[in-house]
């Protein structure tokens, strides 16, 4: 009987850093379970976190203590340096309390705030570091780097990591959850005239762009369709945003903490939605969605979708102008490059190359 791997993944969410970071870590961490290793999340304990999702996934948390004041900011610190909530000191030496003795075969980290500083630290108590990345932005000790991205390539992390570290590049590599994969058969295609929209900006959307989407549609000429709403139970004022959308007399269907993603991505016809994780679990079934990035992390990922035909990019001219000239042969091109963009398969990809350097390394 095979021996289980102890795991663990060093991730946060919050209204700033939002969900995406743990939903992708849940995937892989699935997958591990699923194959009979014990797994455990390390994450902090900010305002408005994902713990719930963490536990109604079926893992445990070991939680690291909610900052007591805001980070001092100063500019030689990395970017996002502040979502960690604590200076780098302070994070290893509350990692290093709330993990004990404790070690582990495999660590990942994800995060924006982190770097190889963390990275070279927590091999003291890990056996291989895996990293997912999407910036490309800062140095990593990592044994292993994933990085998602559709397009990335090696010259990316020139100089970011050493020659020993594995890259796993691009969007094969994308950690959907792999019922996306079972649906792929049946996904294509979709009504047009759409009948059904999905508004999809983020489980947070801190900065509201589901209004800006339900306020356009309200003007636009599928303002009699139907509309989904995803949001978390988290994202701020969800109470106020359904009195302004009752306001706008649309045919809205909210989906608060929405667990079956893969069905409700094949009942909707069209898309409004930002590019984060979410924006390849739609273009994993070939659901054209009208985008644009909501936050400069996501720029890259728009840039890419972009590049491929893979998403219908909001004009100049905004939203509702994009809907009104929006053409059959702009929606069917962009769902069949949607589609080709991403096969949902990534996880169980991840899983293998990542436990087999392991083994290797171990077999040395």
């Known amino acids: 009987m095979k021996k289980p791997l102890h795991i663990g993944f060093r991730a946060d969410s919050s209204l700033q850093i939002g969900f995406g970071h743990i939903s992708r870590c849940l995937n892989i961490a699935e997958e591990f379970k699923k194959n009979g290793d014990n797994v455990v999340f390390i994450c902090r304990d900010f305002e408005n976190n994902a713990f719930c999702m963490i536990k109604d996934r079926g893992f445990n948390i070991i939680s690291l203590d909610r900052p007591k004041k805001e980070y001092v900011y100063y ?3 990395l970017k996002y340096i502040s979502w960690l909530g604590v200076d780098i000191e302070s994070e290893k030496n509350d990692l290093k309390t709330a993990i004990r003795d404790k070690t582990f075969d495999i660590l990942f980290f994800d995060s924006y705030a982190m770097d190889f500083r963390l990275e070279s630290f927590a091999r003291n108590f890990a056996k291989q570091i895996v990293v997912i990345d999407d910036l490309y932005d800062r140095r990593h000790n990592a044994d292993i780097l994933i990085d998602a991205t559709l397009g990335r390539n090696i010259d990316d992390y020139k100089n970011l990591v050493d020659e020993s570290c594995e890259l796993l590049l691009g969007a094969n590599y994308q950690p959907l959850r792999s019922v996306f994969a079972t649906f792929r058969p049946v996904a294509l295609p979709r009504r047009f005239p759409p009948r059904s929209i999905l508004i999809s ?3 947070i959307d801190t900065g509201d762009f589901t209004g800006e989407a339900l306020k356009a549609l309200a003007k636009s000429k599928l303002k ?3 509309i989904y709403v995803v949001l978390s139970a988290a994202a701020p004022n969800i109470a106020d945003r359904k009195k302004a ?8 269907e909210w989906r608060i903490n929405e667990i079956d993603m893969p069905k409700l991505i094949l009942e909707s016809d069209l898309a409004i939605g930002a590019m984060g994780v979410s924006s390849y679990e739609r273009a994993s079934l070939g659901l054209a969605t009208i985008s644009w990035a909501v936050a400069e992390n996501q720029c890259g990922n728009f840039n890419a979708f972009v590049a491929k035909n893979a998403i219908i990019p909001i004009s100049d001219q905004g939203l509702e102008k994009t809907i009104e000239i929006l053409s059959e042969s702009e929606f069917r091109s962009c769902e069949i490059a949607a589609f ?11 899983y293998e190359r990542v436990k087999n ?4 390394k171990r077999d040395k």
């Open 224 to 226: 009699d369709e139907k």
């Open 340 to 350: 080709n963009a991403c096969d949902a398969s990534g996880v169980k990809r991840i």
């Open 75 to 77: 500019s030689n610190d």
């Open 245 to 252: 959308a009752r306001e706008l007399d649309l045919n809205i």
């Open 357 to 360: 350097a392991y083994r290797n």
């Open 201 to 203: 900006m983020g489980g």
